[in-house]
């Protein structure tokens, strides 16, 4: 009966977590043409980039040139630049992530997994005595 609780346990906090980020990524807030060349901008030409568009699709690649109105877009396997206009974008990322993300996100897993086994444990000795 203990292993049955701490599967409840499990799916206690699992359940709200999965369903926020739902959440989460559900509206897509309209982007300022300016700030979108403003970030485009920041990064570069030549620098690599991934943008998201309002439809909730992306495209990832490299910065071939910034325009007034618009930028273009250089993927892989594809010899021409894409254009792209400015008010279609609703978001723009890094291509990769950072060294900090990376770090964060093995601490968090090797620690939800070091809870999980020593949970486990405890039940099963706590279980035979």
Known sequence: MRLSRLIR?????????????????????????????????QRGVGQGVRVTFADNTEAKGMIVS????????????V?????????????????KLSTGAKVG???????????IVALVLRSQIWGRI
Not at 16 to 38: E, I, R, T, W
Not at 66 to 77: H, V, Y
Not at 82 to 91: F, H, L, M, N, S
């Open 79 to 95: 010899d021409l630049p894409r254009e792209i206009q400015y008010a279609q974008v609703t978001g723009v990322h890094n291509n």
């Open 9 to 41: 346990f499990t799916a206690l906090l699992l359940i709200p977590a999965l369903l926020s980020n739902g959440l989460a990524f559900a509206s897509k807030k309209p982007v300022d043409a300016s700030v979108v060349k403003a970030k485009l901008e």
């Open 105 to 115: 996100i093995t601490v968090g897993v090797v620690g939800v997994a070091i809870l």
């Open 66 to 77: 910034i325009g007034e109105q618009s930028f273009a877009l250089r993927t892989k396997g």
